[in-house]
């Protein structure tokens, strides 16, 4: 089993930068492939990134290209998603999920509770 939780959400100003954490126990956290998705209000849960066990393979929606960046910490179990140059239309629920296949959140198994990002214009 792997729990996961996320931190680091808030309320920014447009073109600003806040950075998600992603905090993973259990002992196959290591081998697993990381993502971050997210949800705005009324919308499906979209894809936002991902990162392969190794930390050497990301992807990246094309709406976030540029500025934002996947990364992990494999000693603290943590998964980072640093968000730069934010646009309101950034704005959403923001979710990492842990063991799947990206873009297809449906194959991610493991999830957190979400942390919301409130970009303001």
């Known amino acids: 089993q792997v729990q996961v939780v996320e931190s680091g959400g808030g309320l920014v100003q447009a073109g600003g930068s806040l950075k998600l954490s992603c905090a993973a126990s259990?002992?196959?956290?290591?081998?697993?492939?990381m993502a971050w998705f997210r949800q705005a209000p009324g919308k499906d849960r979209d894809f936002v990134a991902s990162i392969n066990w190794s930390g050497s393979n990301t992807n990246y929606a094309d709406s976030v290209k540029g500025r934002f960046t996947i990364s992990r910490d494999g000693a603290k179990n943590a998964v980072y998603l640093q968000m730069n140059s934010l646009k309101p239309e950034d704005t959403a629920d923001y979710y990492c999920?842990?063991?799947?296949?990206?873009?297809?959140?449906?194959?991610?198994?493991?999830w957190g509770q979400g942390t919301q990002v409130t970009v303001s214009s």
């Open positions: 259990g002992r196959t956290f290591g081998i697993l492939p």
């Open positions: 999920a842990a063991g799947g296949s990206p873009p297809n959140a449906k194959a991610y198994p493991y």
